[in-house]
């Protein structure tokens, strides 16, 4: 049995691993199959990381981070939990391998995936022009025609990517102020591949084998208008991943596990939460990271305070 | 590193489509994270599941025809060939019981 297991690969997951590494927990970091990293496995330069004037692409930050936890002793393994238990002195989690894993402690760290549109035929022309991941897909769209619906940073970001590629780029978003930062506001605005739509949702997504189109209403008068495209890419927010956790800890109005003030501490004893899983509002690399660095702490807190025959059955 | 044989836009004709064999092709490139991620994965089920599909990958930026010919807009994509015809494609990296349960008709 261990001390702690760590179910997340991302900022959260690995800075919760470092710390609980240098504390000597000996971390099980329960990485996932494909999803390894996270978020940024899927975003290029990364600018606002402290520490890297220059940048640093996403996917060599999370590979520094894992190599750092490593480092000082976290085991990680490339599987999916497929079912938790964290009722009890002792949590259990299950893999897709079938390995069942014991620990006193579980920090979850599983992030928020991509949301959708909720549009008819959005899953079946997914991977068929409708993307969630201009990085990886930017680069079929070469000389084509391309929408970003959203108005935040990730929608600004994939934005200017794909004008690497396309040769127009539509932002479509559903009112007329983006909540973008400024810096990427302004570099997608002096950008003169993209245009924006502004009080425009999507209503309809058309296409036969490939996405041709898109129907649009105006969100002011209400008119339809539409627009031909050989790409969609949709960057309007995200939902924490918690559905392994439902029934078994307490979430919040906004779908977040519900953690004690500004602590880690979730509605069970020796269940930590960190990372996006529980914030819906600032999602950056680096509050990700604090908040690993938080439910690190928390856990030996709270294994401080266990009573020594549990302790004695962690393995070190 | 893989140990699938690439292919390209010169052998795909006789490798792929030419072949008398189950053969997945997985589309992918050196940017692409989520392939980097699968490609272990479908390695482990080549190597399981030999005697009935053979995997082969196709690095798309190399080889931008046969990418094209087969309307690729995401990968890592992933075509079953038999006869020359595409007769399944999955998109997207997943899992191994996933992919395993996506490609359940040509692994028994």
């Not at chain 1, 927010?237 to 003030?261: F, K, S």
């Not at chain 2, 489509?17 to 994965?41: H, M, N, Q, Y």
């Not at chain 2, 053979?54 to 309307?71: E, G, M, W």
Request: overall charge negative.
């Amino acid at each position: 049995m261990r001390q702690v297991i760590i179910i997340g690969s991302g900022p959260a997951g690995y800075t919760a691993a470092i710390y609980a590494a240098r504390a000597s927990l000996s971390p099980l970091l329960i990485a996932s199959s494909v999803e390894a990293g996270g978020e940024l496995m899927k975003t290029t330069e990364v600018e606002n990381f402290p520490g890297f004037p220059d940048g640093i692409m996403g996917p060599q930050l999370m590979m520094n981070m894992q190599a750092q936890a490593e480092k000082f002793g976290t085991e990680v393994v490339l599987d999916d939990v497929v079912s938790v238990d964290l009722t009890g002195d002792v949590k259990t989690v299950t893999l897709g391998n079938g390995d069942v894993h014991e620990a006193l402690t579980v920090i979850y760290a599983t992030g928020s995936a991509y949301r959708k549109l909720g549009l008819d035929d959005e899953t079946r022309l997914s991977g068929y022009g409708v993307s969630w991941c201009a990085t990886c897909d930017g680069f079929f769209f070469r000389q084509k025609t391309v929408a970003v619906v959203g108005g935040g940073d990730s929608a600004m970001e994939e934005a200017t990517f794909l004008t690497k590629f396309a040769d127009k780029v539509y932002v479509i978003h559903r009112s007329d102020r983006l909540r973008a930062s400024k810096i990427m506001q302004d570099r997608a605005q002096a950008n003169p591949k993209i245009e924006f739509l502004f009080n425009k949702t999507v209503d309809r997504i058309y296409g036969d084998e490939l996405v041709s189109g898109v129907s649009l209403r105006d969100t002011v008068d209400g008119t339809e208008t539409t627009l031909d495209l050989s790409g969609l890419f949709i960057a309007i927010g995200n939902d924490p991943r918690v559905h392994l956790v439902h029934g078994q800890l307490d979430l919040t109005d906004e779908g977040t596990i519900a953690v004690e003030a500004r602590s880690s501490r979730t509605s069970l004893p020796g269940v930590f939460a960190a990372g996006d899983v529980l914030d819906v509002t600032y999602r950056q690399a680096v509050t990700a990271a604090a908040s690993g660095t938080v439910a690190a702490l928390d856990v030996e807190h709270y294994l401080a305070s266990l009573p020594t025959h549990l302790l004695q059955t962690a393995s070190a | 590193m893989s140990n699938a044989l690439d292919v390209t836009d010169e052998t795909f004709a006789a490798e792929v489509l030419g072949s008398d064999k189950t053969i997945l092709v997985d589309f992918w490139a050196e940017w692409c994270g989520p392939c980097r991620a699968v490609s272990p994965i479908l390695d482990q089920i080549a190597a399981e599941h030999s005697d009935k599909i053979t995997v082969v990958k196709l690095n798309v930026d190399d080889n931008p025809q046969t990418a094209a010919k087969y309307q690729i807009t995401s990968i890592p994509a992933m075509k079953v060939y038999r006869g020359g015809e595409v007769v399944k494609t999955v998109i997207g990296a997943k899992p191994k019981g996933a992919l395993e349960s996506d490609l359940a008709e040509f692994l028994a």
